[in-house]
């Protein structure tokens, strides 16, 4: 690192942590957002006339505060910031070493409102975990056969008078999934429709009464990594790839 790296690196320090003392809002996730678009952009290195390799783990550090209301925000967050990472390499014409992996610390010696983001490439796998949401809770699908209705008696048990005890079940092969309705009362709607059986897509939805089911697959969340100095083990890690296993 030269002398003006260290000094402009000494000067954005200086200033985040200025305004963040002025502005005690804290950190939103546009912010996070934009420091990940930024640290590709300044790690983009051509390789070739081709390819332009820029990392793909990421770091994200946020104070105790901010991390805190991050937290709250549930795997929304990571869904988000993966997709816009994806996003902007895609817009850029980038191409990542492998999945692409993105980690929120808490970081007790950042004052609220600074984030910093550190990067590196780095090889690795990805697996994928079919989900649905429901009401704005999530439920992983652990099992070849989900049932959702309202008896205490489903896998999913759902408050709504206008289902079946049994009225509905997700298929899921860890590649493909199916709806198919249990002859259930009031019958089953995907995407608006009505259906007996079909196939899922990610980002369906399967209506039973009033409820709204959403079908997704998820990167599946990496293992924790132990704690660095000043950073406490409170990690959530968000990986995904260039494409999931359903198309």
């Known amino acids: 690192m030269g002398l003006l790296d260290s000094f402009e690196k000494g000067l954005e320090r200086a200033v985040n942590g200025a305004f963040a003392k002025t502005f005690r809002s804290g950190i939103q996730p546009v912010e996070i957002a934009s420091a990940l678009r930024s640290e590709m952009d300044k790690k983009a290195a051509v390789v070739s006339r081709d390819r332009i390799l820029v990392p793909n783990s990421f770091e994200v550090r946020l104070s105790t505060v901010d991390d805190t209301k991050m937290n709250a925000l549930g795997p929304a967050l990571g869904d988000e910031l993966n997709a816009l990472v994806q996003k902007h390499a895609t817009s850029q014409g980038y191409s990542f070493a492998g999945p692409v992996s993105i980690s929120v610390l808490r970081d007790e010696t950042l004052s609220t409102g600074t984030l910093r983001v550190d990067s590196r490439s780095a090889e690795g796998q ?95 969340t990496v293992a924790r990594r132990p704690p660095a100095d000043g950073v406490s083990d409170a990690t959530r890690a968000f990986t995904t790839g260039d494409g999931g296993p359903l198309t």
Do not use: C, Y
Request: net charge positive; charged share 25%; proline share 4%.
């Open 126 to 220: 990805v697996s994928w975990q079919a989900v649905v949401d429901i009401g704005g809770t999530r439920h992983p699908l652990t099992s070849a056969r989900t049932v959702i209705g309202r008896g205490s008696d489903a896998d999913i048990t759902i408050a709504d008078t206008g289902t079946s005890r049994r009225h509905v079940e997700i298929l899921w092969d860890g590649e493909r999934a199916m709806v198919r309705d249990l002859q259930s009362t009031n019958g089953t709607k995907l995407n608006g429709n009505p259906v007996k059986e079909a196939r899922l897509t990610p980002e369906s939805t399967v209506t039973i009464g009033r409820t709204n089911i959403v079908f997704r697959v998820v990167p599946q």
